[in-house]
């Protein structure tokens, strides 16, 4: 099995970035997307107030 691959090779070689998406530079909407459906999955759970306010940090953060 190979598991370096050409196209990959290539591009290191020539200094390109990976095509993966960084947190630095996902649009705006995304984040807000994001954070809505976290908001909208964990609404209708029960949760202690200590959770309560780890979630709303974290859709700030989003």
């Known amino acids: 099995m190979i598991h370096d691959l050409f196209s990959k090779r290539q591009r290191r070689q020539r200094g390109e970035m990976p095509g993966v998406l960084q947190c ?5 909407d995304s984040k807000k997307q994001v954070g809505m459906l976290i908001e909208q999955a964990l ?3 029960i949760f202690k107030p200590a959770t309560m306010q780890a ?8």
Do not use: H, N, Y
């Open 24 to 28: 630095d530079t996902l649009p705006i």
């Open 55 to 62: 979630i709303d940090k974290l859709l700030r953060v989003l």
């Open 43 to 45: 609404s209708k759970a």
